[in-house]
């Protein structure tokens, strides 16, 4: 199986091969062919608009070129194709993108600027090193691939060189870094990050080969420079193995680990387990495959001495070695498992009793406690709910939601707990989960603790309560 960045690669190559031959040969085939791989790869990787709407100004600007040249019926082909292969498809993605960008869906990156998001994280990611020199290595390749362009436009006659097929490379790969510094500045978005942005890897590096390409007719030892390539095959062999995809390097948790905490699960309500939001779908996978009875990863300020057991990589557990012992490692990934030192006792604040929904109700939310925060800045607090429910369908699609909210009533920070990760079945079954709320903030007024039941299913919390606690800081 093979994820949409990876599929969308193939399906660019196959749409940049065939824009190729449209700069040396034309076709309206190849422009039907062209378009609609490139378009795709836009539904596996909606990064790639940017692409999609650079190929359609290089097939117009090839169109318009060479109007004199081709007949009308291929004319009259090549306007609808363009249409409604080109324009009319990149319309949409584009309107799709404001849309989840409006929703708060594009949150992969950062807008903390192209060279620290973008260059260093597909240097990363594409070397497995924080070596700079591999990151200036690229800027090198990028230097020399934009003076090979700027030469073109020098020598050329009338912008002919924008539908040169040599340099096809080079016009995407250069539009595509103005383009995305542009979007980034008007419309805020992010920066694309790592696997997010790898498209750029390939348009760099056919840039760099068609330079070249182009420079030995004149420059007989440009060769010597060229040696410099044998890196990426060279890396490819000493980095490849066969034990591990780079999965399990990265984001992966040991069974053991899992195994661990549930020896030291002894109360009705599970351990808490700290960790960056990235170990949450390991995590919540195999306590759904367990019952769901363990805990959520607690990410909320990572990282942070709150909980009685964090999962952390070897680089981050300085951090945590005053309050915590190593008890589990693995070795591929180079994760430890660390149990705190003394669990931080907690002080009862407040608890509700006796809740239930008197019956069958679809109501979209249900409050499970709620108060003011006023004496509690900067305390870190435990919520620990126990509710008994019966949900006939499957699965049951609802949050229990921890709010802390600001004067203005907006929220500040939001935590939650999902029915459908830990498991199918809700009936007749006792919910006993946790939600730690770290360190909460100056400006917080309030807090709300709720069922969101997102589909509004019916569904009856028979019985339940809710206890607020708060933490008694060791650190």
Same mark, same amino acid.
């Given at each position: 199986?093979?994820?949409? #960045?990876?599929?969308?690669?193939?399906?660019?190559?196959?749409?940049?091969?065939?824009?190729?031959?449209?700069?040396?040969?034309?076709?309206?085939?190849?422009?039907?062919?062209?378009?609609?791989?490139?378009?795709?790869?836009?539904?596996?990787?909606?990064?790639?608009?940017?692409?999609?709407?650079?190929?359609?100004?290089?097939?117009?600007?090839?169109?318009?070129?060479?109007?004199?040249?081709?007949?009308? &019926?291929?004319?009259?082909?090549?306007?609808?194709?363009?249409?409604?292969?080109?324009?009319?498809?990149?319309?949409?993605?584009?309107?799709?993108?404001?849309?989840?960008?409006?929703?708060?869906?594009?949150?992969?990156?950062?807008?903390?600027?192209?060279?620290?998001?973008?260059?260093?994280?597909?240097?990363? *990611?594409?070397?497995?090193?924080?070596?700079?020199?591999?990151?200036?290595?690229?800027?090198?390749?990028?230097?020399?691939?934009?003076?090979?362009?700027? @030469? @073109?436009? +020098?020598?050329?006659?009338?912008?002919?060189?924008?539908?040169?097929?040599? #340099?096809?490379?080079?016009?995407?790969?250069?539009?595509?870094?103005? *383009?995305?510094?542009?979007? !980034?500045?008007?419309?805020?978005?992010? #920066?694309?990050?790592?696997? $997010?942005?790898?498209?750029?890897?390939?348009?760099?590096? /056919?840039? $760099?080969?068609?330079?070249?390409?182009?420079?030995? &007719? &004149?420059?007989?030892?440009?060769?010597?420079?060229?040696?410099?390539?044998?890196?990426?095959?060279?890396?490819?062999?000493?980095?490849?193995?066969?034990?591990?995809?780079?999965?399990?390097?990265?984001?992966?948790?040991?069974?053991?680990?899992?195994?661990?905490?549930?020896?030291?699960?002894?109360?009705?309500?599970?351990?808490? $387990?700290?960790?960056?939001?990235?170990?949450?779908?390991?995590?919540?996978?195999?306590?759904?495959?367990? /019952? %769901?009875?363990? /805990?959520?990863?607690?990410?909320?300020? #990572?990282?942070?001495?709150? @909980?009685?057991?964090?999962?952390?990589?070897?680089?981050?557990?300085?951090?945590?070695?005053?309050?915590?012992?190593? +008890?589990?490692?693995? /070795?591929?990934? %180079?994760?430890?498992?660390?149990?705190?030192?003394?669990?931080?006792?907690?002080?009862?604040?407040?608890?509700?009793?006796?809740?239930?929904?008197?019956?069958?109700?679809?109501?979209?939310?249900?409050?499970?406690?709620?108060?003011?925060?006023?004496?509690?800045?900067?305390?870190?607090?435990?919520?620990?709910?126990?509710?008994?429910?019966?949900?006939?369908?499957?699965?049951?699609?609802?949050?229990?939601?921890?709010?802390?909210?600001?004067?203005?009533?907006?929220?500040?920070?939001?935590?939650?707990?999902?029915?459908?990760?830990?498991?199918?079945?809700?009936?007749?079954?006792?919910?006993?989960?946790? +939600?730690?709320?770290?360190?909460?903030?100056?400006? @917080?007024?309030?807090?709300?603790?709720?069922?969101?039941?997102?589909?509004? &299913?019916?569904?009856?919390?028979?019985?339940? !309560?809710? !206890?607020?606690?708060?933490?008694?800081?060791?650190?």
């Amino acid at each position: 199986m093979c994820r949409g #960045y990876g599929i969308s690669m193939a399906l660019l190559m196959g749409s940049l091969w065939y824009l190729w031959l449209i700069l040396k040969d034309g076709g309206w085939r190849h422009y039907f062919l062209c378009l609609l791989f490139i378009f795709l790869a836009v539904t596996a990787n909606l990064t790639l608009i940017i692409t999609f709407l650079l190929i359609i100004v290089l097939l117009l600007l090839h169109f318009l070129f060479n109007f004199k040249k081709t007949g009308i &019926k291929t004319r009259i082909i090549t306007i609808i194709l363009l249409l409604f292969a080109g324009f009319l498809p990149a319309l949409f993605s584009v309107i799709y993108l404001f849309l989840l960008k409006k929703n708060g869906a594009l949150y992969y990156g950062t807008t903390n600027g192209f060279w620290d998001v973008t260059v260093k994280s597909l240097v990363r *990611a594409l070397t497995v090193s924080e070596n700079m020199i591999f990151v200036y290595m690229a800027l090198v390749f990028f230097i020399f691939v934009l003076l090979t362009y700027i @030469a @073109a436009f +020098i020598r050329s006659k009338k912008f002919l060189f924008l539908i040169e097929k040599n #340099y096809l490379f080079h016009f995407l790969l250069i539009g595509n870094i103005v *383009a995305t510094l542009m979007v !980034s500045k008007i419309l805020h978005t992010n #920066y694309p990050e790592d696997r $997010v942005g790898l498209y750029f890897f390939p348009l760099l590096i /056919g840039s $760099v080969f068609f330079s070249l390409d182009i420079l030995q &007719k &004149k420059i007989r030892w440009i060769w010597i420079p060229s040696l410099l390539l044998l890196f990426f095959p060279v890396h490819f062999i000493l980095s490849l193995n066969l034990t591990h995809n780079t999965f399990f390097r990265s984001d992966r948790i040991p069974y053991s680990f899992f195994n661990d905490v549930q020896k030291y699960h002894k109360s009705i309500q599970p351990p808490t $387990v700290g960790g960056n939001y990235m170990r949450k779908l390991c995590w919540s996978f195999m306590n759904f495959e367990n /019952g %769901g009875k363990e /805990g959520r990863i607690q990410d909320d300020d #990572y990282p942070n001495p709150d @909980a009685d057991f964090q999962i952390v990589k070897k680089a981050d557990s300085g951090f945590f070695s005053r309050d915590y012992s190593v +008890i589990d490692e693995d /070795g591929v990934s %180079g994760k430890y498992l660390l149990k705190r030192k003394k669990y931080l006792d907690k002080e009862i604040l407040s608890e509700y009793k006796g809740l239930h929904t008197n019956g069958e109700i679809n109501d979209e939310f249900f409050t499970l406690s709620e108060g003011r925060l006023d004496t509690l800045k900067h305390n870190s607090l435990y919520l620990g709910f126990n509710l008994l429910l019966t949900h006939k369908e499957k699965p049951f699609i609802a949050w229990v939601v921890v709010e802390v909210r600001g004067s203005d009533d907006k929220s500040i920070k939001y935590e939650f707990i999902a029915f459908d990760w830990l498991r199918e079945n809700w009936n007749n079954v006792l919910f006993a989960n946790n +939600i730690l709320v770290h360190d909460v903030p100056e400006n @917080a007024t309030t807090f709300i603790a709720y069922i969101w039941n997102i589909h509004k &299913k019916k569904y009856t919390l028979q019985s339940g !309560s809710t !206890s607020i606690y708060r933490l008694k800081k060791d650190y």
